[in-house]
């Protein structure tokens, strides 16, 4: 068990106990049944609003309690008035205590308070870690197709409202399974980073990148045109084509690409997609 589970632990039944000494024990501090309503309904209420909105709402309720119900019952014993006629079986003594108990039950609620908000801060922490990795590649820390149709719906957008275009280059690896099944998962794998450090080393810091499938990518090239990504694939058929081997021995590789430009035309993401993976089968690099 952690520290802090320990913590919350302690201060939840340190706060059971006093709220239990002040619902249960009020008969025995107040003879007057009005007065013992009024108190238990005045605590829940505090309370309920300190473990919501947190200690310092509490406690300046709190205060303004002890200052008006304190008030009115100094002036009361001290003049003898009947205009509190319940205020006159509420002795002094008891006053403190109950006030005491107040101080504590609101302090104690307060630090429930916060640890419901840090659980909720880590639990959205962990939320969006889980989310991150879900769109993540985790071999080339690249991001997946899901991100990339996010991101696609993105770039539309300010394309549109920019009127500049963007492009799309889809590249698969030729023989993927073969080379996986002939060199194995850690030579596969090598091949794959391979790959994905060469489109690091050229693209630009605003271009993204994605690996959409086991054999295939997706680059995205912000604010370029049909024939700047034209150039773009003949960089990477030069720096692509030949894979080392990690004992050394170097391979060809050989790639299918395709290409979309976004014209500000009505077409949907997965239209553009279907495109693209159609386009694969007959363009080589």
Known sequence: MTTWSKERIQITLAFILFFLIAIFFFPLLVDDPSSHLIL?????????????????????????????????????????????????????????????????????????????????????????????LLTIDLVTGFDNRSRLLFDMRSEMSRAKRYEEPFTLIMLQIDHFHAFYKLYGELEGNNMIRMVADGMEEMMRISDRKYRIAADRFVLLLPH??????????????????????????KVDLSYHVSQYTYDLSEVTREEVMTMMESELKSSEL
Request: aromatic residues 14%; glycine residues 6%; charged residues 15%.
């Open 224 to 249: 370029t045109a049909e024939e700047g990504a034209l150039v773009v694939q003949r960089k990477l058929k030069e720096r692509l084509s030949e894979h080392r081997l990690l004992n050394g021995k």
């Open 40 to 132: 238990s309904v005045l605590f829940i209420t505090i309370v309920i609003i300190t473990f919501i909105k947190g200690t310092i709402l509490g406690l300046i309720m709190t205060l303004f309690y002890i200052f008006s119900f304190g008030s009115a019952l100094f002036f009361t014993h001290l003049t003898q008035t009947t205009f509190f006629p319940s205020l006159h079986t509420f002795s002094i003594q008891t006053f403190f205590l109950v006030s005491f108990i107040l101080i504590m039950i609101v302090i104690l609620a307060g630090a429930m308070h916060r640890f419901v908000e840090r659980y909720d801060e880590e639990h959205r922490q962990i939320a969006e870690q889980f989310e991150t």
